[in-house]
Each structure stands twice: as C-alpha cells, then as structure tokens.
C-alpha cells in the first residue's frame, strides 16, 4: 500500500506537471484552451479530464511498471538458481524456451502505451498541422524501448543457456567422437561382422540420430527468446501505429496500390 499511495502521489502530482508544461496543446481543444499568456482555461469536461481521468490513467500506468519491477527483480532470483538446463531440449533454449513466450502476457499494457503515443501524435497532425515524419525518431526509440523493456529480463539466463551449450557440445561432442571412430572401424577397418550387411543396418540411421542431436546443441540459443517472438512482439506493438499512415496517404490511394501490386 506505501508503494501504490507513492504511486499515487507521483500519479497526480508529478504527472500533471509534465503534462502541463511538455504535453498540453498549444491551441484549443474540447477540453479548454490556452491564453495569450499560456495558461490554460479550462470547461467543465477539461476539469474532468485533467484531474480525474489522467490522473487515474497515469496511477496505472506507474502501477504497471511498479509490477514490472517485481517481475524484473523475480526473474533476476530464479537465474541464480543453478538450474538443470539440457542442451539437447527441441526448444532450443535448454529447456528454458516457456520463458519466452512470458514476453506476451505484457502485450496488452504494450499495445496501451502505443495507443496512447499514436493518439498524442495524431493531436499534433490534427490539432497543430504536423506531419508523420517529424515524429520517426520518437517512434522507433519508443518502439525499441517497449520491446527491451521486456524482453530485458530474459537475458538473465544468458549465462546459464551459455554454459549449458559448452558443456553440451563438449559431452556430446565426446560422444559422436567414440560413436564415429567405432563406426569407421567397424566398417572401414575391417571389423565387419561377416553376417552383418551394411544395406539395412541400424548403425547408419544411429549416426544420422547423433548427427541431428548434435545440431541440435549447436543451434541452442542463448536467450529464452528467438527472432519470431521479437517480430511478433513488434507487430502487436506497432499495430496501433499504423492508422497514422492514413495521415500521408488517402485509404482510396492506399487501396488502389495494394490492389497494382496484388494484380
């Protein structure tokens, strides 16, 4: 409750005046609007919204990254657990592979932050007269930010996928090492069983099964993640961007293009 009552605090008092100073238009809108001399006259619906609906919104928003916290603080303990990771696990990640699909359960806090960046820059486009461009730098550094900021904690395992990898190639390795030269003798050296034939036998499919696990450890990741959740991720993250293209080209326009490429 001390941490959410601080939360709180910050929520109302912090916020309103970074939102006072960085983030309030320059020219009048549903909510009030703004005097020569800069400040801000507000209606009826603008009391609302500047102290009941922002606030709240901006309590649970910080809430959410006081949570995050936890979880950052939550993963970082479970790391230093010495953990019976395999190197030969399909998911490629020794075993750890479940952690990254955690990436998802933030989706939906993901997808709020960007509603709320693609609606502050459409206030600009609409409001002011700018154009999509002058935000790019905003976007991608947002972007990029949402995405490390969850996918952050999962590097704690690095260090353990990265051992686990060594000491899998090298006892797998060991492995092939023995099973190949036994192989070579048996049936390169002249220690061919003479009722044995090499069409049929399950050695060659053994070696082929050895083969296959060994490229298995070898493609193991270091991370929880792979490239497909990060792609995902990003798409779910720049969803609500995309409407703001709509700012530059007309639907029709749009429309007209996808069907000459299409056809």
Known sequence: MAIEFLVLLVAFIGGHW?????????????????????????????????????????????RWYFRLLIWYRFLWLVSKIPLRLNALHPDRAGGLGFLGNSVFAFAPELLAQTILLSAFIMSRIWHEGAVLPAFKLEIVAIVVFLLLLVLLPQTFFTAQLARARRAGSREYGALGSRYVEGFRQKWLGGATPENEPLVGSSDIQSLADLANSFEVVRQMDALPFNKNTVLRLAMVIVLPLLPLALTMVPLDEMIDRAIKILI
């Open 18 to 62: 970074l939102w006072k100073d960085q983030m309030t238009l320059r020219v009048a809108t549903w909510w009030g609007e703004r005097a020569a001399d800069g400040t801000v006259n507000l209606n009826l619906a603008g009391y609302w919204y500047v102290f009941i609906s922002l606030p709240l919104f901006r309590f649970l928003f910080l």
